[in-house]
């Protein structure tokens, strides 16, 4: 079974900065997805990014990047120029490739970011 | 695109009865549904999931009987909490895929009180 890790439980940065929060996974697949979502405090969960497996360039997203080292099975997202709307709780997500009824998400347990102004 | 709606979004009720909580698709068609169960600063656990015109899928220890799931049209799945009780109290997301993609998009939540 795939598990999903990040062991920061919270993180604190400063408008404006760059954070980076870290992600690690354990899997025996080759091929499979990556995700991060945001849940800010209404608890709407946004996608905030997601990653092929098989793409060996990094996603991006305007101020949100991914550093995804396929060997290391480390997943981490950088935050740049920080805002004061980017204080949530922050998901990393693992799903295998195959559709189906093994379609599910292995989520880790969360990462608060507070973004001091 | 890719909305998904839950209702209501938050909901009281006694102890012993039902409440059904709606998920919506409202711009795309969704194959596959899941139900995830949420208390405070924890992560989502997932309670099963469902596909258009099947049985859903729990998780081992969700209760089959205690939280109903159908999911009758390729928009529409619906959770029903049977005999609600006090820990029953929890927030509930759904979200959805459309067919032959990986992402899934959540629904903004139903928080239910069981008093």
């Known amino acids: 079974a795939q598990t999903v890790t990040q062991s920061q439980p919270e993180m604190s940065v400063q408008e404006a900065e760059t954070v980076t929060l870290s992600c690690t996974y354990d899997t025996s697949e080759s091929d499979y997805y990556l995700f991060w979502y945001k849940q800010p405090p209404s608890r709407q969960m946004i996608l905030v990014i997601r990653?092929?497996?098989?793409?060996?360039q990094n996603a991006t997203e305007n101020r949100f990047s991914v550093n995804f080292q396929k060997a290391a099975k480390s997943f981490s997202l950088k935050i740049s120029d920080s805002q004061l709307g980017d204080a949530a709780m922050y998901f990393c997500a693992y799903r295998t490739f195959n559709t189906g009824a093994n379609s599910k998400l292995t989520f880790g347990k969360g990462i608060t970011l507070s973004v001091r102004p | 695109g890719a909305v998904v709606s839950q209702h209501p979004s938050r909901v009281i009720c006694k102890s012993g009865t039902s409440v059904k909580i709606e998920c919506r698709s409202l711009?795309?068609?969704?194959?596959?549904m899941f139900w995830y169960r949420q208390f405070p600063k924890q992560s989502l656990m997932l309670m099963a999931t469902?596909?258009?015109?099947?049985?859903?899928?729990?998780e081992q220890g969700v209760e089959k009987d205690k939280f109903l799931i159908n999911h009758a049209s390729l928009t529409l799945s619906t959770l029903t909490v049977t005999s609600a009780h006090p820990e029953d109290s929890s927030f509930y997301i759904c979200?959805?895929?459309?067919?032959?993609?990986?992402?899934?998009?959540f629904g903004p939540g139903t928080r239910l009180l069981v008093l």
């Open positions: 990653q092929e497996a098989y793409k060996q």
């Open positions: 469902s596909n258009e015109g099947s049985k859903a899928t729990y």
């Open positions: 711009d795309f068609q969704a194959t596959t």
């Open positions: 979200s959805a895929t459309r067919v032959y993609q990986e992402t899934q998009y």
